[in-house]
């Protein structure tokens, strides 16, 4: 089992930056894939980004060039940080982080609210 926690949402304006955080621990060598997925209101949930354990990245069209996803290995805990520059408003969503396993099921966190003003 896998237990996933985001931190890092908040209030930024239009231009700014945020670091949300994702901290996963447990079973973490059964971790294939760590991604970053949002929602918007009314919206789907959608990919924004996910690193593979072989360090593939893969991101959403519309944060190319100004999200980075990284990861920081520990002990006993898995960190995969999402560096989000040049904010737009429509990046406004609740970012959620989840954990893939090589088998078994997806584990998910909590949320973190990220809100950009114009």
């Known amino acids: 089992q896998v237990q996933v926690v985001e931190s890092g949402g908040g209030l930024v304006q239009a231009g700014g930056s945020l670091r949300l955080s994702c901290a996963a621990s447990?079973?973490?060598?059964?971790?294939?894939?760590m991604g970053w997925y949002r929602q918007a209101p009314e919206k789907q949930r959608e990919l924004v980004a996910l690193?593979?354990?072989?360090?593939?990245?893969?991101?959403a069209d519309s944060v190319k060039g100004r999200f980075t996803i990284s990861r920081d290995n520990a002990k006993n805990t898995v960190t995969v940080y999402l560096q989000m520059n040049s904010l737009k408003p429509e990046d406004t969503a609740v970012y959620y982080c989840?954990?893939?396993?090589?088998?078994?099921?997806?584990?998910w966190g909590q949320g973190t609210q990220v809100t950009v003003s114009s």
């Open positions: 989840n954990a893939v396993l090589h088998v078994g099921p997806v584990y």
């Open positions: 447990g079973s973490i060598a059964s971790i294939n894939v």
């Open positions: 690193l593979t354990n072989s360090g593939t990245t893969n991101y």
